[in-house]
Structure formats: structure tokens, C-alpha cells
């Protein structure tokens, strides 16, 4: 299902396919597409919307650049990108002048710079460059030599290549604190610049040791996505299935709670606790999917069979083939209960398979069934042999094919209380009690 959202400008709405999302740093950004192709990026700064750009180009140097190469980067589709976007509200588009005034009037120096700086694909990198120049000299000046080395430290993860910042960051002035950003554990400790370190350890890939500590700022923040991502993202690692439960149940509708526990299970190291939450989602086709792809894992043949009870006939027949060789291979020692599951399996593939490629996926195996379903081919085409059709379509609750067997076979032999007996039975396991009643009544008129 395709993901859309809104856009707002001069108030007209439109709304827009999402094509993907890439996560860079503390910035989201959401690519969308609407009518003649026309591309929009929307940037996310933590939690927060910005604004959206309407992109023709992009600049090789550009923080989009940077941030689109070497993000994470989520299909439109995926659970992630679905509890960053609300696909109700409209998000509207702002001019930079706009943009700039409202950064200003809800942030601190370094984060505006910070932000604006995001958007160096779209706004002028001159006064770009300038408002940083400014805001770092008004400090130096003041002597508040700390925050113009962060309002550098922290330009530079946006901006690497601008030469001004990258200069005065190596000035003598700044030596006691390039010293200090260089103890990165100590900086950790500390905790002084959330900043700056989020940033870096996003380009370390977030290394186990310092996971906790970021979890916490973001807790502290009340960044309810980023914990979602980062904990996602090093699953694995934290062990920490229960707060990505508590996340997922707060950010995320049950069908796309399901797809990301499923998109987690084959990587988690104890399967059975993804799996246990998929029971209460009732994702039972993520369950069957994950077990086709992993036959050695089903420890629990009851919840196999439940699953396989469960799952619609439509989402069955996707992957019939390499479920049927599943299931050979799983009751390969237990005859009796192979032919349990396939004769459930194989009621619910008739409904959207043909004959022949069942019998062809299960050439090689002798079972009463297989018996069965060869003796329904041979008799498919003999007008002599309906009634015995039918019965085996209804033993295997094909009641439309049963039906139209017994149909027939009741023409040849109106006198005949078995087919009717048979087409009442068909039709009130259909459901249909009013047909059912209609043949009810046929078998009382029936002369001894």
C-alpha cells in the first residue's frame, strides 16, 4: 500500500506519494513525489517538522547530498517511515525567510545555524556562511570562547567542507578545547554537548557502549521516533525487545507493528520473543513466512499448525510451493500428522489452485491424500463418476465443485436421495440455509 502525506502551500493541498525516507545524523528526510513527477524533500530536525523543499537538483556538496549517500534509507512502506509521517495532517511549506524567523524564535544559536545550515541545497550558502561567521565572532568577542568552538564543532557535521569553520576550529585560541573534544569518552561522560555527539556516533554506527546513554538523552527529550529507530536499528545488541514493544504500541498501527517485528525476527538472536509478541498481534502469516525460511527453527509444531489454520487462503497460496516442501520436511518421521497438515493445507490451496499444481509440487509423496487427489484428476472429466467427484470435493470442503457434481449427478438420478442429501449438506456448510431447506425438502418428497 503506497504511503501519502499532505502538503500545504498558499493554501492549496495536495497530496503526495512517499518514494522513500533516509535518516542522517538527527535529521529525517522524506522524498515525495506528486504530479509530473514533481520531487519534494520534508525535513525532520529529532521529531520536529521544518519544512519541505521542492527539488529540481542537487548540489554535490550538500548536506542532502551527504545525508542521502550515507543515511539509513527506508522504503515508503516500512514501519519506520510510517510512524514518522501522519498521513492526516498537512504539512505545509514555508518561504526561507519564514523558515529562518520561526528557527530563530524556537531555538538556541548553535541548533539554529545547525538546522538552517540542512538546507544549504536550497537556501544561499553565502548567508549560510555568513550567520555562522556572525554568531561565531559575537561569542569570540564576548569572550565566551566554549560556545564559539561548539557553534563550529557543531556547524562542521553539517557543513565539512566550509573552509572558515574548519580553519578556526585548529586556531590556538580554541587548543583547551580541541583537547577536550578529542577525549570523546570523557565528552560522553560529561554529556555537555548532545549535540556533537549524537552526531559523531551516528557516523560510529552508535557503538554498543554508548547506546544506553544516547537512549536516555532521547528519553529525556521526549524523542519517542529516535528511540524507535536507534533501538531498532541495534536490536540485536540491546536485547531490549520489551521498550521497542512499549514504542511500537505507542508510534505504530498493529499491522505495521507486526511488519516490524517480522522484519526483526530473522536478525534477533532469540527468535521465540519476537515471535511470542507476533502471537498477540495475530500476525500468524509473519510467523508461517519466517518459518518457510527457517524450517530447523520450528520448535513449536502447535503454533506451526496454528498458523497454518490461521492464515488466509490468499496469503497461503503466495508461498504454496516452498510451504508444501516445508511441511514434507518438518513431519518427515511423523506420516500420520503429514497427512493431518496437508489435508488443512491443501482444502484451503484448492480454493486458489489448480489440481495439477498441487499434485506437481507433491510428485514424490505417497500419502492418502495424494491418493485422493489423483483419483479427483482421473475422475474430473467423467460424467459416469460425478457423484464420487463430489464427495471428494466435499470431504476437502470444495463446496461450489461438490456442488456442481452432485448437481449432476442428481439429473441422472432424480430418485436418488444421496446427491441430495449431499447438495443439502454443501450448501448449509455454506452457509445458505435457504437452498439448504430447498433440498431438505426435496429428500422428504422423495418416494420410498
Known amino acids: 500500500m503506497i504511503t501519502t502525506i499532505q502538503l500545504m502551500h498558499n493554501k492549496k493541498t495536495i497530496r503526495f506519494n512517499v518514494e522513500q525516507m533516509t535518516i542522517y545524523k538527527q535529521v529525517k528526510i522524506v522524498e515525495a513525489t506528486g504530479q509530473q513527477d514533481q520531487s519534494y524533500h520534508l525535513f525532520f530536525y529529532k521529531d520536529r517538522y521544518i519544512n519541505a523543499k521542492k527539488t529540481t537538483s542537487i548540489r554535490l556538496k550538500s548536506f542532502l547530498k551527504n545525508a542521502l549517500q550515507y543515511g539509513h534509507t527506508f522504503a515508503s512502506d516500512h514501519p519506520l517511515t510510517k510512524a514518522l509521517l501522519n498521513e492526516e495532517n498537512a504539512y505545509r511549506l514555508t518561504s526561507n525567510n519564514q523558515m529562518v524567523q520561526k528557527l530563530s524564535n524556537k531555538m538556541n544559536e548553535t541548533e539554529m545555524l545547525y538546522v538552517l545550515a540542512m538546507f544549504d541545497n536550497y537556501v544561499n550558502e553565502k548567508k549560510i556562511e555568513a550567520l555562522c561567521k556572525k ?71 552508535f557503538p554498543d557502549t554508548v547506546i544506553n546513554s544516547i537512549i536516555q538523552q532521547y528519553h529525556i527529550d521526549n524523542r519517542k521516533f529516535d528511540q524507535l529507530f536507534l533501538i531498532y536499528t541495534k536490536c540485536s545488541s540491546l536485547k531490549a525487545v520489551a521498550r521497542l514493544d ?43 513466512r519466517y518459518y518457510l525460511h527457517h524450517a530447523e527453527a520450528i520448535d513449536d509444531r502447535e503454533l506451526f499448525e496454528k498458523a497454518l489454520e490461521t492464515v488466509s487462503t490468499d496469503q497461503l497460496v503466495q508461498d504454496y510451493q516452498p510451504l508444501l516442501q516445508a511441511l514434507i520436511t518438518v513431519y518427515e518421521n511423523n506420516a500420520v500428522q503429514l497427512e493431518k497438515v496437508l489435508h488443512l493445507t491443501i482444502k484451503k490451496l484448492l480454493q486458489h489452485l489448480s489440481l495439477k499444481d498441487i499434485i506437481t509440487s507433491l510428485k514424490h509423496t505417497e500419502l492418502p491424500i495424494m491418493q485422493k487427489l489423483r483419483k479427483m484428476e482421473k475422475l474430473t472429466d467423467n460424467p459416469d463418476q460425478q457423484f464420487a467427484l463430489g464427495e471428494i470435493y466435499f470431504d476437502l470442503e470444495q463446496y461450489d ?48
Not at 144 to 172: C, T
Open 135 to 205: 554568531t561565531f565572532y559575537n561569542y569570540r568577542r564576548n569572550g565566551q570562547l566554549m560556545k564559539a568552538f561548539r557553534i563550529l564543532a557543531n556547524y562542521v557535521q553539517i557543513r565539512p567542507h566550509d573552509m572558515f569553520a574548519k580553519d578556526m576550529l585548529h586556531h590556538f585560541d580554541f587548543k583547551k578545547h580541541q583537547d577536550k573534544y578529542q577525549d570523546i569518552d570523557q565528552l560522553t561522560i560529561e554529556w555537555s554537548d548532545p549535540l556533537y555527539l549524537e552526531s559523531i556516533y551516528f557516523e560510529k554506527n
Open 246 to 288: 512499549d514504542l511500537a504500541q505507542e508510534l505504530l498501527s498493529e499491522q505495521d507493528q507486526i511488519a516490524l517485528w517480522e522484519d526483526l525476527l530473522a536478525q534477533y538472536p532469540e527468535p521465540k520473543e519476537i515471535i511470542e509478541k507476533l502471537v498477540k498481534l495475530n500476525g500468524y502469516h509473519a510467523i508461517l
Open 401 to 448: 465443485q461438490a456442488i456442481a457434481c452432485f448437481e449432476w449427478e442428481m439429473e441422472l438420478s432424480p430418485n436418488d436421495p444421496a446427491p441430495i442429501q449431499y447438495l443439502y449438506k454443501s450448501y448449509l456448510a455454506k452457509g445458505d440455509k435457504e437452498q439448504a431447506n430447498t433440498y431438505k425438502q426435496l429428500m422428504v418428497n422423495i418416494p420410498s
